[in-house]
C-alpha cells in the first residue's frame, strides 16, 4: 500500500499510525525529515526508487504532475484541504522564509499572485476542486484542515478507518498529543529548525507559525476580502466544495 499525502500536519499525523498498524516503510529525504518528498526534484524520486513497497510518499503536487501510474493501481490518497484565505496567508509567510522561493514582495501583491494562481504548485481552486472531484471514484480520503483543528481524534479515526485498522483508544489519543500544532512546533522533525539558514530563515518568519483557522482576518483589509470573496465565488462556481474560514 501507498499513501500520498498533503500539507505539513497530516504526514506527522500519518507518520505516527504506522508503526502500530502495518509494515509500509517512509524513507527519510534530505530537507523532508518525516516522509520522503515526491516533489522536492530528483530527490523525492531517488528515495522512491530505493525504498520497496509499501511506501508513504508525501507531495504538494497537483494532480497533472503525478505519475499516471498512481491513478492506474488506484493508490490509496490521503489528502487534507485547507481554506483559502489562511493557505493564502500561510504560503505569503512561507515565500518571506523559504530562501527557495522568490521574494513574495508586498502582501497585496502576493494576494494578487495567489489569486492568478502564479504561485508553487499552481492555482488553490483547480488543486482542491480536482482531488475533490477523483475522490468521488478514487479511493481518496478528502480531508480539512479546520475539522483536523476542532477534532484531531474524530479525523485521526477517519483514517484508520480508510487504511482499514484500527487502534486502541489510548493509542489514539497518544497520537492526538503527540501530532497537536504545540508539540509539532517543538519537534525538530516537523518544524524544519535543522534546516540551514540560507534555506530558511526562521528569524524572518518560523515555519510552524500559528497553526490556526481565521488568522487571514489579521491580514487581509475588508477591499481585498471582498475582492478575494467575489473572485473565489467565480472560481468555485458550480463546486459541491465547502470550506469554513474560522472556527
Known sequence: MELIQDTSHL???VRAIVPHVGPARTCPSPGSPTLPLLSRHHLGLEVLKNTPAPRLIKTHLPMALLPQTLLDQKVKVVYVARNAKDVAVSLYHFYRMAKVHPDPGTWDCFLEKFMAGEVSYGSWYQHVREWWELSHTYPVLYLFYEDMKENPKREIEKILKF???SLPEETVDLIVQQTSFKEMKKNPMANYSTI??????HSISAFMRKGITGDWKTTFTVAQNERFDADYARKMEGCGLSFRTEL
Not at 540551514?196 to 530563515?201: K, L, R
Open 196 to 201: 540551514p539558514t540560507d534555506i530558511m530563515d
Open 11 to 13: 504526514p506527522l499525523v
Open 163 to 165: 487504511l482499514g485498522c
